[in-house]
């Protein structure tokens, strides 16, 4: 299992929250938004899918607009 000392060292740019078992009503474990607004937010149910999803909001920090 990721870290979270080990996610946010990955994306600096993306704010990594831990839910405990049975907050999230279809079983997530990561809530995965952007550190500079809460607009983009996404829920991960694996260690793997928050990586993956991490890739994408870093992506969209980093270039606003693009990613239409």
Request: proline share 6%.
């Amino acid at each position: 299992m990721a870290t979270h000392e080990e996610l946010s060292a990955r994306y600096p740019d993306v704010l990594f929250t831990n839910l405990p078992p049975g907050t999230h009503g279809t079983g997530a474990v990561w809530e995965v938004r952007s550190r500079g607004s809460d607009t983009i937010i996404m829920y991960a149910h694996t260690d793997e899918q928050a990586d993956r999803y991490a890739k994408v909001v870093a992506r969209a920090v980093k270039y606003p607009g693009q990613m239409g």
